[in-house]
């Protein structure tokens, strides 16, 4: 049975987008799950699209989500180099193969004839086939000139889809199409062929944008007298809406914004292999061991796969609770907060926080007053107080403070709520105002704000210590 090899070949035109690492990603699943070989090319022949610093970014990107090739670009292989820009020798030996087979012509025409040609085609009403224009005899084709590929006058092409089954287009999807480029580049209908088949390529994950074209890379593997390699083609990514392809309107990031937003690879992985592919169980969490293990290209799914940033949320949450604590701290960026604090801090950010950014967002703002002695304001601590119980809020910190005084350092907050809980219910029982008009005030004195976790838990982070000092202060402003 022949050895599995897939591969991953971006062009450096802008950012990684999801739908290409989905690519990546499916590539590389199959091929680790085969034993076989993954490869990253870099597909560069279109110089005035290319961005610069797009290939270290694709690296980068890849490299972060844990996606690891075998050969390729930055790596090299026994196929180097693995930039297209630098085989240009081999695609034009290959031209030359197909020329004197009978395959390839030089284009004798002048862009301002093909355009006649085009605009007749139109006004015909009728489908414009350069084969329709194709010269009887042609010239030494000396480079300078764009090569076509003579197409072969078919009835119909079919072919075998891992994901969709059967496919089919007729003769009018093959025709005369470029080579080699006036400019002595391929296009990327040759040179990807090329450097499949040099590269034994044996299976070829693609958008589904690419089925219309498959009759040309059939005709073309025919004419070069080679089997062409299994092509699957996943379904397109589609907006949160479901109704059209998600684009950056639509809030399609670069894949490293999410790095810098604070999500996990391991949640990134898990949340684009589903997206589109199911694995026939109500498993929702994949690690990249289990990805490898499950993935199977008859579970790849055929309608479009709507992207869901709140489940992407959800998956990341779920990362990050099974990491560490030190790995927690670690991935977090964390570096300006309290170490000691933020070790009793990470339980709460794992059950709050979303992403790291959210988490950082919440050491900054509603949990500040875990690093940070809060400002306290009169009005606010007696806002629940009841008019005809003036002095509560005095009297129900006191006794707050005496029932503090006994909690050791390090308790849980359960252990604390145990605690308190009997004093807020005495409270209750005593009539209007009962348990919250006795645990708001500690609630504020002890975070400053309207939004906090709740008292029991600041008690059991702060430490009774700590407690115990912003509470006399908060005594000391009433009694003021």
């Known amino acids: ?69 075998d050969e390729g670009i930055d790596r090299g ?8 820009s630098e085989r240009l020798d081999l695609y ?13 012509y030089p284009d004798p ?12 085609a139109e006004e015909e009403k009728r489908p414009f086939l350069f084969r329709d224009h194709r010269p009887e005899t042609s010239d030494t084709w000396d480079g300078t000139k764009p090569l076509r590929f003579r197409a072969p006058r078919i009835i119909r092409y079919e072919w075998n889809d891992l994901a969709r089954g059967r496919l089919g287009a007729g003769e009018e999807a093959v025709d005369d199409f470029i080579l080699i480029k006036g400019d002595g580049y391929p296009t990327y209908n040759f040179a990807h062929i090329v450097d499949d088949i040099e590269m034994g390529v044996t299976h070829v994950m693609r958008g589904e944008e690419f089925i219309s074209s498959t009759p040309k890379y059939l005709s073309l593997y025919e004419a070069l007298g080679v089997t062409p390699p299994a092509f699957v083609t996943m379904p397109v990514i589609l907006s949160p809406d479901g109704k059209k392809k998600l684009s950056k309107r639509d809030g399609a990031k670069d894949i490293l914004e ?22 026939g169980t109500e498993q929702e969490f994949f690690s990249k061991d289990e990805l490898i293990r499950t993935f199977d290209l008859s579970r790849i799914q055929i309608s479009g796969a709507g992207f869901d940033e709140i489940k992407l949320l959800s998956v990341n949450q779920h990362w990050m609770r099974q990491l560490s604590l030190e790995n927690f701290i670690a991935q977090g960026g964390f570096s300006t907060f309290d170490i000691s604090k933020l070790k009793k801090t990470v339980p709460l950010l794992k059950e709050r926080a979303h992403t790291f950014a959210e988490a950082r967002e919440m050491l900054s703002g509603e949990l500040s007053c875990l690093f940070s002695e809060p400002t306290l304001e009169r009005d606010r ?12 809020t005095l009297s129900a910190l006191k006794s707050l403070y005496e029932a503090i ?57 702060l430490g009774s210590d700590e407690a115990l000092s912003r509470i006399r202060k908060a005594i000391g402003i009433l009694e003021g």
């Open 109 to 120: 025409y002048t862009e301002t004839e093909v355009e006649a040609f085009r605009k007749k």
């Open 77 to 84: 292989g026994p196929h180097a180099p693995y930039l297209q």
């Open 1 to 69: 049975m022949t050895a599995v090899v897939t591969r991953f070949a971006p062009s450096p035109t802008g950012f990684m987008h999801v739908g290409g690492v989905r690519t990546a990603l499916y590539s590389w699943l199959y091929a680790r799950k085969h034993g076989g070989r993954f490869i990253l090319r870099i597909e560069d022949t279109d110089k005035e699209r290319e961005v610069a610093g797009a290939i270290p970014h694709i690296i980068e990107s890849l490299a972060w989500l844990g996606i690891e090739w």
């Open 381 to 392: 601590l007696v806002a629940k107080e009841p008019i005809e119980r003036s002095g509560m």
């Open 258 to 279: 999410y790095r810098n937003e604070g999500y996990l690879p391991e949640a990134l992985m898990n949340f684009l292999a589903l997206l589109g592919w199911n694995p």
């Open 92 to 104: 034009r030996s290959y031209a030359h193969t197909l020329i004197a087979a009978g395959h390839a």
């Open 405 to 461: 005084k006994t909690i050791p350092d390090g308790v849980s907050a359960e252990a604390v709520k145990d605690v308190l809980m009997p004093l807020a219910n005495a409270e209750e029982a005593k009539g209007k105002g009962g348990r919250g008009a006795m645990l708001w005030p500690l609630r504020y004195t002890l975070s400053g704000q309207e939004r906090s976790p709740d008292p029991f838990t600041l008690i059991s982070i």
